[in-house]
């Protein structure tokens, strides 16, 4: 770093001041979210077998937005636990269910 970038950076302090660390932060449970299944419409090339890759559209329970999240191949769906993508609670973690689509 040069003499401005510290500068700056004693100027607006440590952004991990007072921050607990993300695994104390975490719940012990996974609270239940709901998610849709979205195809894309082209297949995946790195597949051997071309599949099309699925996309999990999740309601967050913690910021009331929608978060979109890797679900595997089509005929090989992941769901489970997930970390939430959230500013409202990014150390949270929420426990996949599937609408139906």
Known sequence: MNSATVGQAEL??????????AAAARPAEA???HARRVVTGSPNMADPDRRSLVLLVVDCPFCEHQHIHAGGHVGALRLGERDSRCFGRPAGRYD?????S
């Open 12 to 21: 607006f302090g440590n952004d991990d001041e007072g921050q607990p660390p």
């Open 96 to 100: 996949l269910g599937v609408k139906p």
């Open 31 to 33: 609270v239940p979210a």
